[in-house]
């Protein structure tokens, strides 16, 4: 009641607004608005935002009034701010803003100060503040009756004070209100015009600021000035001008009007008028002199005008005394150098002037000189000079070596030095040359002779010449050097002699710089020769130099003079003498295998020789020998004998049961196995053993007994064997039959019929096995039948069937079934208690021990047997469960009353059991302690984070996919924990410090914390972490990356593309050690190899791990799961959605190491398998890791780091994905690949050696096209081909990979095969050209033009390549470069790339559109050849169909293929590349047969030369020459004056234009040459 009448009061009060609304009190007004009601108190919390009426207009805010619920309340504490928003800025509103007062600011305005006192307050807003919403702000919570927001609308706003407009409000036109000009003003709102200050009789008025016009009255000039002409300010009369006041009479209040008054200087004085007055001649006034007087001009100056603003000075060379009324010229001999002076100033000595008004006297000029007081200078006598122009009285000589130089004047002004290869002449007035063999030098003064060994052949030398190599001098003061004699030489310039060439020396000719020695095979035993001797015959020398020759040694020889080596005698010859000039020849018997030898070799044993210079003796064949040295044959073995072996000196008896037939034998055939041989045959025979006896051995004489129980019961066997099964051993070639009730297997070890054993039977005679008895059935040993078990029951057996065997009970109770006992199953979830279970039973299912009444959570138990025995049971199970004891005591902490240290130190505690103990209800309670500590306080103490820290450490290992019945549940539960985390890091106490525990490090970056850069964990934009390679974070520190050579582990950076310094941000970072909190059943947990190990060890581990998992992988079509490689890092900036561009670079190094490119790709099988490094970010709501970041590394050195560059928040890692990079049929495709390209390289070689030699080959048109085409093609294969050989996918190659050679090597081959895709358009436009258009298909320089075009146009790409998509990345100073262009495992295009599919695929595509219409247009000319043809031949069909494939080989059609390869499936790609690598592969050897097989003209032109034809042109009689088109089905007989075609093309068409289809052959029904 109290707060209704508190509004009712209020109310009744608002019509006092002074004109304005209250915008508070609309209808419309927003909810937080209307639940300030009449009944029920609001409390105001921070802040609370009042919309105004419609929210399409702009309203004009005058004063907020807030009223407190009684008189007695305090409204103390609040501020008020009126606010337009960036997204309120509409049009409407824009068009307010032509108004010059009105700036729309999307900033809070503060409308007066913060409120104070109690019952209500006002805030005045500054004038003409434009709004949208009002925001009041208070520091705690405060409660409010009702705010009143006095306003209008923007257009019916009044125009304030100081401004007005035609209506005196702010209407929406292009003016609005407008401010007042200068010189007028209004103190009121709402006015239409605004008034003016001063009159033409009294301008000492003026407005100049915005609150000067707001004022009431204007504002007046201060004695003495007057209003200026734009009457903003005030000014005093302009220089040269006085004030001149008009005085009124005086005057009293009553008597003067208000005008007057305003414009009172003096006590009751007024004036009427104000003027300026000229001054007077010899006065003057200045702009910064007194207003009201002129002063006179002082000592030296005049003003000689009235109205003068200042006075003239008199101007140097004049003067002016105080008396004088003009300045006057100084008289002669007298000057005066300065300006405004009463005298003049005699000349000095060395000066005169003879002029009037002068300011200087005039010096003697150099050349000059004055030697008394005289009125003229004179002229330096001959031999000297005067440089100097300060008017001396004497000249000066020259120094030795200068000469008098006059100037242009003739005035000997100065002294100039001779110049090098001249002196002073005598009068000292010029210089001479020096003579031949003279010379004169920079710091010489007079000339000089040549010293020996130098010469001067010209006069005026500046230094003498050295006499150069091969020459020398030995007199002083030549003109020329002497030439070296023969035999002599001089190496060296300047020399006085020359030196004797040594011996083994010679120097032919004059002047020889160097003695030469003598050549292989020559010599010199004298000095100073002008040449050398040849060695004899039988001699060689093969040094250079030398003094004599050498006797050549035996086994040697030299023919002839001048050898420089002793040949070495050849195979089959020798020479056992020295000195000799030929060798000797082994005669028949002897061999000689060696060069450079003495003697011949004797044939060994074994071994013959029947021809002479024999090198080898044959060896006597198998079956035959040689017993004797240097023989001619060999003889033939013996029956009975025997010899494998080549070149054996004698034959082999045959041994040991071994036996021959017949003579040369080359082997003993072996007596076999189960027979003998007699030795009284002497190994001709081989016979059967007999029954009871066998052989199991090869070349045996003998034959083996049986021994009991093993029989033989027929000859000439290999073993003994066992009775027959139900039969056993009597003698060692008979056995008997076993009775009923017993059996006998096959065994070589028993030789009796055995009883059956328990629970078995043997009905019958002759059995090898005992039945089993059935189920429910037993017997004793040795039984004819079995008999039924008694009981249904373990219990009951063993009561019933007391008087049997226990083996007997055992059966019977084993026919029950298996099972498994009862027993207790602990696991971290709890304890089960399970009841006597049988495998045939159900799965029992129990309630997990802490999950309460949640009947989702169960356990699953089930007898079953054992997999690796088949026999032992045991008890499986699979638990759904989710709290653990432990879950209760960490839910009862966040229950608690504790603190938040108490909490946080009991939960760690708890939480410090050993990983795999840990379940995701530890997890879920560990969330509500959290939670708990969060909202009870404002900030998180170091200690509460450190403990939170080790906690969450504990549980990082744990295995939370175990026992997990719903994923969903799970990714929720561990994202929530993550986000609570978050939440305390944020609220830290201590900002910018870390906190690290083994698994777990945060850190709350905050910009505004840490006052100086050795405080702020951000060292120059980058957050750098050292993490030790072992994962153990609490080693982790903080580095400065800018003082690093090699990155740190782990480095972190904010940028914006758009904004400059986006470095320094409020964010929050978690790195943990595993992926546990984030579940993927697409990954696998990182198998971490041992540290220790070297680092090819931990390489050859991850691969053992990859293959383990390609053999597992259900789908061989899949790639193996990836895993994640690196730390998990947690991130979040604050505001980074406002932040256009926002990025995050990330730069962390894996954890495993998959080595550089010769070490992450292996062939698996038959795939061949990369490990990449691929940037995800961990997606909760889809429950996996999502590749949403670029990812950038050296593919060459991936190791030292991986960048990622991500716009989000979120959890990031890096992840080691295992891809297949070649399909199955790469290593068979290679092959056919090499073999394919290789012979069509070689046919293209082959076409263009064929084509060139001859012009009339390469005559035509479409001839010079297919050379440039083969020529093309032939580079790109040859590029392709050999890469092979230079690249390695493993980088092992010549070229390594992504390095310039490698791009530019890629580069080259994008370039040729663009160029050859260029020359089938060529090729295609030709024969359109040719068979389709015909008339008018002549182009001038054809062959010119499209070289330019084919060679010319293909090069952008490449560069375009190279430039676009060869970028880099950084984070601080380390650099990644970023290969879009060139692949990772081969020098080209980068597959699947924009860069391939713009740069190379694209162009194709283009080409084959041009070619695939081309190739239509010339297959239906190809048809129509034979239209008007009767009957078509079956030769006619083939030529066609003949044709067609030349032209889709020559268009490059196959290439089509290449592009359907692009399609992703495997069972598409796989038959593609076969076809493509047919058609593509083997172009060049279809050119080869289109362009040179299928071509009678090379016949004709290579035939005669290869003699596999006649020159038919000389023949006389006419020749028919039938060849068939590769462009056409079709046959003609030419004439012998007929040129014949070049394959597809019309010669007749090629270079003509034709007028009419009847000067066109190709036209005519009777001529299908096309």
Same mark, same amino acid.
């Given at each position: 009641?109290?707060?209704?009448?508190?509004?009712?009061?209020?109310?009744?009060?608002?019509?006092?607004?002074?004109?304005?609304?209250?915008?508070?009190?609309?209808?419309?007004?927003?909810?937080?608005?209307?639940?300030?009601?009449?009944?029920?108190?609001?409390?105001?919390?921070?802040?609370?935002?009042?919309?105004?009426?419609?929210?399409?207009?702009?309203?004009?805010?005058?004063?907020?009034?807030?009223?407190?619920?009684?008189?007695?309340?305090?409204?103390?504490? #609040?501020?008020?701010?009126?606010?337009?928003?960036?997204?309120?800025?509409?049009?409407?509103?824009?068009?307010?803003?032509?108004?010059?007062?009105?700036?729309?600011?999307?900033?809070?305005?503060?409308?007066?100060?913060?409120?104070?006192?109690?019952?209500?307050?006002?805030?005045?807003?500054?004038?003409?503040?434009?709004?949208?919403?009002?925001?009041?702000?208070?520091?705690?919570?405060?409660?409010?009756?009702?705010?009143?927001?006095?306003?209008?609308?923007?257009?019916?706003?009044?125009?304030?004070? *100081?401004?007005?407009?035609?209506?005196?409000?702010?209407?929406?036109?292009?003016?609005?209100?407008?401010? =007042?000009?200068?010189?007028?003003?209004?103190?009121?709102?709402?006015?239409?015009?605004?008034?003016?200050?001063?009159?033409?009789?009294?301008?000492?008025?003026?407005?100049?600021?915005?609150?000067?016009?707001?004022?009431?009255?204007?504002?007046?000039?201060?004695?003495?000035?007057?209003?200026?002409?734009?009457?903003?300010?005030?000014?005093?009369?302009?220089?040269?001008?006085?004030?001149?006041?008009?005085?009124?009479?005086? =005057?009293?209040?009553?008597?003067?009007?208000?005008?007057?008054?305003?414009?009172?200087?003096?006590?009751?004085?007024?004036?009427?008028?104000?003027?300026?007055?000229?001054?007077?001649?010899?006065?003057?006034?200045?702009?910064?002199?007194?207003?009201?007087?002129?002063?006179?001009?002082?000592?030296?100056?005049?003003?000689?005008?009235?109205?003068?603003?200042?006075?003239?000075?008199?101007?140097?060379?004049?003067?002016?005394?105080?008396?004088?009324?003009?300045?006057? %010229?100084?008289?002669?001999?007298?000057?005066?150098?300065?300006?405004?002076?009463?005298?003049?100033?005699?000349?000095?000595?060395?000066?005169?002037?003879?002029?009037?008004?002068?300011?200087?006297?005039?010096?003697?000029?150099?050349?000059?000189?004055?030697?008394?007081?005289?009125?003229?200078?004179?002229?330096?006598?001959?031999?000297?000079?005067?440089?100097?122009?300060?008017?001396?009285?004497?000249?000066?000589?020259?120094?030795?070596?200068?000469?008098?130089?006059?100037?242009?004047?003739?005035?000997?002004?100065?002294?100039?030095?001779?110049?090098?290869?001249? /002196?002073?002449?005598?009068?000292?007035?010029?210089?001479?040359?020096?003579?031949?063999?003279?010379?004169?030098?920079?710091?010489?003064?007079?000339?000089?002779?040549?010293? %020996?060994?130098? #010469?001067?052949?010209?006069?005026?030398?500046?230094? =003498?010449?050295?006499?150069?190599?091969?020459?020398?001098?030995?007199?002083?003061?030549?003109?020329?050097?002497?030439?070296?004699?023969?035999?002599?030489?001089?190496?060296?310039?300047?020399?006085?002699?020359?030196?004797?060439?040594?011996?083994?020396?010679?120097?032919?000719? &004059?002047?020889?710089?160097?003695?030469?020695?003598?050549?292989?095979?020559?010599? /010199?035993?004298?000095?100073?020769?002008?040449?050398?001797?040849?060695?004899?015959? *039988?001699?060689?020398?093969?040094?250079?130099?030398?003094?004599?020759?050498?006797?050549?040694?035996?086994?040697?020889?030299?023919?002839?003079? *001048?050898?420089?080596?002793?040949?070495?005698?050849?195979?089959?010859?020798?020479?056992?003498?020295?000195?000799?000039?030929?060798?000797?020849?082994?005669?028949?018997?002897?061999?000689?295998?060696?060069? %450079?030898?003495?003697?011949?070799?004797?044939?060994?044993?074994?071994?013959?020789?029947?021809?002479?210079?024999?090198?080898?003796?044959?060896?006597?064949?198998?079956?035959?020998? /040689?017993?004797?040295?240097?023989?001619?044959?060999?003889? $033939?073995?013996?029956?009975?004998?025997?010899?494998?072996?080549?070149?054996?000196?004698?034959?082999?008896?045959?041994?040991?049961?071994?036996?021959?037939?017949?003579?040369?034998?080359?082997?003993?055939?072996?007596?076999?196995?189960?027979?003998?041989?007699?030795?009284?045959?002497?190994?001709?025979?081989?016979?059967?053993?007999?029954?009871?006896?066998?052989?199991?051995?090869?070349?045996?004489?003998?034959?083996?007994?049986?021994?009991?129980?093993?029989?033989?019961?027929?000859?000439?066997?290999?073993? =003994?064997?066992?009775?027959?099964?139900?039969?056993?051993?009597?003698?060692?070639?008979?056995?008997?039959?076993?009775?009923? *009730?017993?059996?006998?297997?096959?065994?070589?070890?028993?030789?009796?019929?055995? /009883?059956?054993? !328990?629970?078995?039977?043997?009905?019958?005679?002759?059995?090898?096995?005992?039945?089993?008895?059935?189920?429910?059935?037993?017997?004793?040993?040795?039984?004819?039948?079995?008999?039924?078990?008694?009981?249904?029951?373990?219990?009951?057996?063993?009561?019933?069937?007391?008087?049997?065997?226990?083996?007997?009970?055992?059966?019977?109770?084993?026919?029950?079934?298996?099972?498994?006992?009862?027993?207790?199953?602990?696991?971290?979830?709890?304890?089960?208690?399970?009841?006597?279970?049988?495998?045939?039973?159900?799965?029992?299912?129990?309630?997990?021990?802490?999950?309460?009444?949640?009947?989702?959570?169960?356990?699953? #138990?089930?007898?079953?047997?054992?997999?690796?025995?088949?026999?032992?049971?045991?008890?499986?199970?699979?638990?759904?469960?989710?709290?653990?004891?432990?879950?209760?005591? @960490?839910?009862?902490?966040?229950?608690?009353?504790?603190?938040?240290?108490?909490?946080?130190?009991?939960?760690?505690?708890?939480?410090?059991?050993?990983?795999?103990?840990?379940?995701?209800?530890?997890?879920?309670?560990?969330?509500?302690?959290?939670?708990?500590?969060?909202?009870?306080?404002?900030?998180?103490?170091?200690?509460?984070?450190?403990?939170?820290?080790?906690?969450?450490?504990?549980?990082?290992?744990?295995?939370?996919?175990?026992?997990?019945?719903?994923?969903?549940?799970?990714?929720?539960?561990?994202?929530?924990?993550?986000?609570?985390?978050?939440?305390?890091?944020?609220?830290?106490?201590?900002?910018?410090?870390?906190?690290?525990?083994?698994?777990?490090?945060?850190?709350?970056?905050?910009?505004?914390?840490?006052?100086?850069?050795?405080?702020?964990?951000?060292?120059?934009?980058?957050?750098?972490?050292?993490?030790?390679?072992?994962?153990?974070?609490?080693?982790?520190?903080?580095?400065?990356?800018?003082?690093?050579?090699?990155?740190?582990?782990?480095?972190?950076?904010?940028?914006?593309?758009?904004?400059?310094?986006?470095?320094?941000?409020?964010?929050?970072?978690?790195?943990?050690?595993?992926?546990?909190?984030?579940?993927?059943?697409?990954?696998?947990?990182?198998?971490?190899?041992?540290?220790?190990?070297?680092?090819?060890?931990?390489?050859?581990?991850?691969?053992?791990?990859?293959?383990?998992?390609?053999?597992?992988?259900?789908?061989?079509?899949?790639?193996?799961?990836?895993?994640?490689?690196?730390? @998990?890092? $947690?991130?979040?900036?604050?505001?980074?959605?406002?932040?256009?561009?926002?990025?995050?670079?990330?730069?962390?190094?894996?954890?495993?190491?998959?080595?550089?490119?010769?070490?992450?790709?292996?062939?698996?099988?038959?795939?061949?398998?990369?490990?990449?490094?691929?940037?995800?970010?961990?997606?909760?709501?889809?429950?996996?890791?999502?590749?949403?970041?670029?990812? !950038?590394?050296?593919?060459?050195?991936?190791?030292?780091?991986?960048?990622?560059?991500?716009?989000?928040?979120?959890?990031?890692?890096?992840?080691?994905?295992?891809?297949?990079?070649?399909?199955?049929?790469?290593?068979?495709?290679?092959?056919?690949?090499?073999?394919?390209?290789?012979?069509?390289?070689?046919?293209?070689?082959?076409?263009?050696?064929?084509?060139?030699?001859?012009?009339?080959?390469?005559?035509?048109?479409?001839?010079?096209?297919?050379?440039?085409?083969?020529?093309?093609?032939?580079?790109?294969?040859?590029?392709?081909?050999?890469?092979?050989?230079?690249?390695?996918?493993?980088?092992?190659?010549?070229?390594?990979?992504?390095?310039?050679?490698?791009?530019?090597?890629?580069?080259?081959?994008?370039?040729?095969?663009?160029?050859?895709?260029?020359?089938?358009?060529?090729?295609?436009?030709? +024969?359109?050209?040719?068979?389709?258009?015909?008339?008018?298909?002549?182009?001038?320089?054809?062959?010119?033009?499209?070289?330019?075009?084919?060679?010319?146009?293909?090069?952008?790409?490449?560069?375009?390549?190279?430039?676009?998509?060869?970028?880099?990345?950084?984070?601080?100073?380390?650099?990644?470069?970023?290969? &879009?262009?060139?692949?990772?495992?081969?020098?080209?295009?980068?597959?699947?790339?924009?860069?391939?599919?713009?740069?190379?695929?694209?162009?194709?595509?283009?080409?084959?559109?041009?070619?695939?219409?081309?190739?239509?247009?010339?297959?239906?000319?190809?048809?129509?050849?034979?239209?008007?043809?009767?009957?078509?031949?079956?030769?006619?069909?083939?030529?066609?169909?003949?044709?067609?494939?030349?032209? +889709?080989?020559?268009?490059?059609?196959?290439?089509?293929?290449?592009?359907?390869?692009?399609?992703?499936?495997?069972?598409?790609?796989?038959?593609?590349?076969?076809?493509?690598?047919?058609?593509?592969?083997?172009?060049?050897?279809?050119?080869?047969?289109?362009?040179?097989?299928?071509?009678?003209?090379?016949?004709?032109?290579?035939?005669?030369?290869?003699?596999?034809?006649?020159?038919?042109?000389?023949?006389?009689?006419?020749?028919?020459?039938?060849?068939?088109?590769?462009?056409?089905?079709?046959?003609?007989?030419?004439?012998?004056?007929?040129?014949?075609?070049?394959?597809?093309?019309?010669?007749?068409?090629?270079?003509?234009?034709?007028?009419?289809?009847?000067?066109?052959?190709?036209?005519?029904?009777?001529?299908?040459?096309?």
């Amino acid at each position: 009641k109290q707060w209704y009448q508190r509004r009712v009061a209020i109310t009744a009060g608002k019509s006092d607004l002074e004109g304005n609304d209250n915008l508070a009190t609309n209808s419309s007004a927003p909810t937080n608005l209307k639940d300030l009601s009449l009944d029920t108190e609001t409390s105001i919390a921070t802040s609370l935002t009042i919309n105004l009426e419609d929210q399409t207009k702009l309203y004009g805010i005058y004063k907020i009034i807030i009223y407190g619920k009684t008189t007695s309340t305090s409204v103390a504490g #609040f501020t008020a701010f009126a606010k337009v928003d960036e997204s309120d800025v509409n049009a409407d509103i824009t068009a307010h803003s032509v108004s010059p007062n009105i700036v729309i600011s999307t900033d809070e305005l503060q409308c007066g100060t913060e409120s104070t006192g109690t019952d209500s307050f006002t805030f005045t807003c500054k004038a003409d503040t434009p709004a949208r919403k009002i925001i009041l702000k208070h520091a705690g919570t405060a409660s409010l009756a009702e705010v009143v927001i006095a306003g209008k609308i923007w257009s019916d706003y009044p125009c304030s004070a *100081g401004y007005s407009s035609a209506s005196g409000n702010h209407t929406q036109d292009s003016t609005g209100c407008t401010e =007042c000009a200068a010189g007028t003003h209004t103190h009121e709102r709402s006015q239409t015009t605004c008034k003016t200050c001063s009159t033409a009789s009294l301008p000492v008025f003026y407005t100049s600021t915005l609150a000067e016009k707001k004022a009431s009255t204007c504002k007046l000039c201060p004695k003495p000035k007057k209003t200026t002409d734009t009457k903003d300010g005030c000014d005093v009369c302009a220089a040269g001008n006085y004030l001149k006041y008009e005085e009124a009479v005086s =005057c009293t209040d009553a008597g003067c009007d208000e005008t007057c008054k305003l414009a009172t200087y003096e006590t009751n004085k007024c004036y009427k008028t104000i003027a300026c007055t000229p001054c007077v001649k010899g006065e003057f006034r200045g702009a910064s002199d007194p207003n009201d007087k002129c002063t006179a001009c002082p000592t030296g100056q005049v003003a000689t005008s009235t109205g003068s603003t200042k006075c003239t000075p008199c101007p140097a060379g004049e003067y002016k005394t105080t008396a004088d009324v003009a300045c006057s %010229k100084c008289p002669a001999g007298k000057f005066q150098d300065e300006a405004e002076k009463d005298s003049c100033k005699d000349c000095p000595d060395g000066q005169v002037q003879t002029a009037l008004g002068q300011t200087s006297c005039e010096i003697c000029p150099a050349g000059k000189y004055q030697d008394s007081k005289s009125e003229e200078c004179k002229v330096c006598p001959t031999g000297k000079y005067q440089d100097l122009t300060t008017g001396t009285t004497a000249c000066k000589d020259p120094q030795t070596g200068y000469f008098v130089k006059k100037d242009s004047n003739d005035l000997p002004t100065s002294q100039e030095k001779c110049p090098k290869g001249q /002196q002073p002449s005598a009068d000292k007035m010029s210089c001479e040359q020096c003579l031949k063999g003279q010379y004169k030098g920079e710091s010489d003064t007079v000339c000089l002779d040549c010293e %020996k060994g130098y #010469f001067a052949n010209a006069a005026g030398s500046e230094t =003498c010449t050295a006499c150069e190599a091969g020459k020398y001098q030995d007199t002083k003061g030549q003109e020329s050097c002497k030439n070296c004699e023969a035999g002599k030489i001089q190496s060296g310039t300047g020399a006085e002699t020359c030196e004797d060439c040594p011996v083994g020396k010679y120097a032919a000719g &004059e002047g020889n710089t160097q003695c030469l020695p003598c050549d292989k095979g020559h010599y /010199q035993d004298l000095k100073a020769q002008g040449s050398c001797k040849k060695c004899e015959e *039988g001699k060689a020398v093969q040094e250079t130099g030398a003094t004599s020759c050498e006797i050549c040694a035996a086994g040697t020889f030299a023919a002839g003079t *001048g050898n420089d080596v002793c040949t070495p005698c050849e195979q089959g010859t020798s020479q056992p003498d020295v000195g000799k000039g030929t060798c000797i020849d082994c005669v028949a018997g002897q061999y000689q295998d060696e060069t %450079k030898q003495t003697t011949c070799k004797k044939c060994p044993a074994g071994r013959y020789s029947t021809g002479s210079k024999s090198t080898t003796c044959e060896a006597c064949e198998a079956g035959t020998f /040689q017993s004797a040295e240097g023989s001619t044959s060999c003889e $033939e073995c013996e029956v009975g004998e025997f010899q494998a072996q080549p070149g054996q000196s004698s034959c082999d008896t045959c041994k040991n049961g071994n036996y021959s037939t017949a003579k040369k034998s080359t082997t003993c055939q072996a007596c076999l196995k189960g027979n003998k041989v007699d030795s009284l045959t002497k190994g001709t025979s081989c016979t059967a053993c007999d029954s009871g006896f066998y052989q199991d051995e090869d070349h045996k004489t003998t034959c083996k007994p049986c021994t009991a129980p093993l029989v033989t019961k027929i000859e000439g066997q290999s073993a =003994c064997v066992a009775c027959d099964p139900g039969y056993k051993y009597a003698t060692s070639s008979t056995c008997v039959i076993c009775a009923a *009730g017993t059996y006998n297997f096959k065994d070589d070890t028993v030789d009796e019929c055995r /009883q059956c054993e !328990f629970n078995h039977k043997a009905p019958s005679d002759g059995l090898s096995k005992c039945e089993l008895c059935p189920t429910d059935m037993h017997a004793d040993e040795g039984q004819t039948t079995c008999e039924n078990c008694s009981g249904r029951n373990p219990e009951q057996i063993e009561k019933e069937m007391a008087n049997v065997k226990e083996e007997q009970r055992e059966k019977c109770k084993a026919d029950l079934g298996a099972g498994c006992m009862g027993q207790t199953i602990e696991t971290k979830f709890g304890k089960f208690e399970l009841d006597f279970m049988l495998v045939s039973d159900d799965p029992v299912k129990q309630k997990c021990p802490y999950d309460g009444s949640d009947t989702t959570n169960m356990g699953t #138990f089930k007898c079953e047997l054992k997999p690796d025995t088949e026999k032992e049971t045991h008890v499986t199970y699979e638990l759904k469960c989710k709290n653990s004891e432990d879950s209760t005591k @960490i839910n009862d902490i966040a229950e608690s009353n504790k603190t938040a240290e108490q909490k946080s130190k009991d939960l760690e505690e708890i939480s410090s059991k050993e990983p795999e103990d840990s379940t995701l209800g530890d997890v879920e309670g560990v969330t509500k302690v959290v939670e708990s500590i969060t909202e009870e306080e404002t900030k998180i103490t170091d200690e509460v984070n450190q403990n939170l820290v080790k906690s969450m450490s504990n549980l990082v290992k744990g295995d939370f996919s175990e026992g997990t019945s719903d994923s969903k549940e799970a990714v929720k539960i561990l994202d929530s924990m993550m986000k609570d985390m978050i939440k305390v890091t944020k609220n830290l106490e201590s900002p910018n410090k870390i906190f690290k525990s083994e698994n777990v490090a945060t850190i709350n970056i905050q910009k505004s914390s840490g006052s100086s850069e050795d405080n702020n964990p951000v060292k120059g934009g980058v957050l750098a972490l050292n993490i030790p390679s072992k994962g153990n974070l609490t080693d982790t520190t903080i580095t400065d990356a800018r003082s690093e050579t090699i990155a740190p582990p782990l480095m972190l950076q904010t940028s914006s593309a758009s904004q400059e310094d986006t470095s320094k941000v409020d964010m929050v970072v978690m790195v943990i050690t595993e992926p546990s909190f984030m579940p993927d059943n697409k990954t696998i947990p990182p198998p971490l190899p041992d540290p220790e190990l070297p680092r090819e060890r931990q390489v050859d581990q991850v691969w053992k791990l990859v293959k383990e998992l390609e053999e597992k992988q259900p789908n061989k079509e899949e790639n193996p799961p990836p895993f994640v490689n690196s730390p @998990i890092l $947690e991130v979040e900036v604050n505001n980074s959605a406002s932040i256009p561009d926002f990025e995050i670079r990330i730069m962390m190094k894996p954890i495993i190491p998959i080595g550089n490119s010769s070490t992450s790709i292996k062939k698996i099988g038959d795939r061949r398998i990369e490990l990449r490094y691929t940037c995800n970010s961990y997606v909760p709501a889809e429950g996996r890791w999502k590749e949403t970041c670029k990812t !950038f590394y050296d593919a060459k050195n991936p190791d030292i780091g991986v960048l990622c560059v991500c716009n989000h928040n979120t959890s990031f890692a890096v992840l080691m994905s295992p891809y297949e990079i070649d399909p199955a049929a790469t290593d068979s495709q290679s092959l056919v690949t090499k073999i394919i390209l290789g012979v069509s390289t070689l046919c293209l070689l082959i076409t263009l050696i064929i084509l060139m030699p001859f012009p009339a080959l390469r005559a035509t048109r479409s001839a010079k096209t297919n050379i440039c085409f083969s020529f093309s093609l032939l580079l790109a294969s040859l590029f392709f081909f050999i890469q092979d050989f230079l690249v390695k996918s493993d980088d092992t190659g010549i070229i390594k990979l992504k390095t310039v050679p490698c791009i530019v090597y890629a580069a080259l081959q994008h370039y040729l095969w663009l160029v050859c895709f260029m020359w089938m358009v060529i090729e295609g436009w030709g +024969m359109y050209l040719s068979l389709v258009q015909v008339f008018g298909s002549h182009i001038s320089k054809f062959m010119l033009k499209f070289n330019a075009l084919a060679w010319g146009v293909p090069i952008i790409f490449p560069i375009i390549g190279g430039a676009v998509f060869t970028t880099s990345e950084t984070i601080g100073q380390f650099t990644v470069m970023n290969h &879009e262009y060139v692949a990772d495992t081969m020098c080209f295009i980068k597959p699947e790339s924009i860069a391939f599919f713009t740069l190379f695929l694209t162009p194709l595509i283009i080409c084959l559109v041009i070619n695939l219409v081309i190739f239509g247009f010339v297959i239906r000319v190809i048809k129509s050849s034979t239209a008007n043809v009767e009957k078509v031949s079956r030769e006619q069909v083939i030529k066609q169909l003949k044709a067609c494939v030349g032209i +889709m080989v020559l268009l490059g059609t196959g290439w089509i293929v290449g592009v359907l390869m692009s399609v992703p499936a495997k069972e598409i790609q796989i038959p593609m590349q076969w076809i493509f690598i047919i058609l593509n592969s083997t172009q060049g050897i279809w050119v080869f047969v289109f362009y040179i097989v299928f071509n009678p003209q090379v016949m004709t032109t290579w035939g005669p030369i290869l003699g596999l034809s006649e020159d038919t042109s000389k023949k006389s009689t006419t020749s028919v020459s039938t060849f068939a088109n590769t462009n056409a089905s079709c046959t003609t007989t030419m004439k012998k004056s007929d040129k014949i075609d070049n394959i597809y093309s019309n010669d007749m068409a090629e270079d003509h234009t034709y007028a009419t289809t009847t000067e066109f052959p190709a036209k005519s029904e009777d001529n299908m040459k096309i």
